[in-house]
């Protein structure tokens, strides 16, 4: 499986993006499918993810502020991203629950967000 993400770039805070990831074959078993991001000196962390059956999960830091969405028939989960801050800076990473022990990751896409 192949993952690619779009939509990263330079924003000033309060501002928006957002992020697209479009798989190499059909999603519709992934879960969950969703956005990791990793910060400089920081460990990577999930930021939001949708299992299969439409549930999601939000990091705390993004609660209210990003949305993410999954479209199966397209094979793609976007990440809309509001209200932006400086401290929302990191790469984000396109990641996908394949199967059973086999995950896929993106290329990854920079987010930067200046005050």
């Known amino acids: 499986v192949q993952l690619q993400a779009s939509g990263g770039g330079l924003v000033q805070a309060g501002e928006s993006l957002r992020l697209s990831c479009t798989a190499s074959?059909?999603?519709?078993?992934?879960?969950?499918f969703g956005w990791y991001r990793q910060a400089p000196g920081k460990p990577r962390e999930k930021v939001a993810t949708?299992?299969?059956?439409?549930?999601?999960y939000y990091a705390d830091s993004v609660v209210g502020r990003f949305t993410v969405s999954r479209d199966d028939s397209r094979s793609t989960v976007d990440l809309q991203m509001n209200s932006l801050k400086p401290e929302d800076s990191a790469v984000y990473y396109c990641?996908?629950?394949?199967?059973?022990?086999?995950?896929?990751w993106g290329q990854g896409t920079q987010v930067t967000v200046s005050s």
């Open positions: 949708v299992s299969k059956y439409g549930d999601t």
């Open positions: 074959e059909s999603t519709f078993s992934f879960h969950p």
């Open positions: 990641y996908a629950g394949v199967a059973m022990y086999l995950d896929a």
